[in-house]
């Protein structure tokens, strides 16, 4: 009688956390086009970041070549 008990228990929780999951599924596809758009948008600003870095670098190598020929 433990064990029928002990496995009714198992069986209850398992139905239960599955059910858990079955709602909380649509929120983890809205988190994760969420995280793709935050993601994206990371992105963008690094890249902008990065150029604006490589036009200051340029920038300088330019204007450093010009006054050491003047």
């Known amino acids: 009688m ?3 008990f ?3 228990i198992f ?3 398992t139905g239960l956390l599955s059910g858990i999951g079955i709602l909380l599924f649509p929120l983890v596809i809205v988190l ?3 995280l793709r758009i935050l993601l994206a948008l990371i ?3 690094f890249a902008t ?3 604006g870095k490589f036009i200051i670098f340029i920038w300088g190598v330019i204007f450093k070549g010009r006054q050491s020929s003047a």
């Open 2 to 4: 433990k064990a029928f």
């Open 11 to 13: 069986l209850m929780a």
């Open 49 to 51: 970041w990065l150029l």
């Open 32 to 34: 994760g086009f969420f």
């Open 43 to 45: 992105f963008v600003v």
């Open 6 to 8: 002990i496995g009714l």
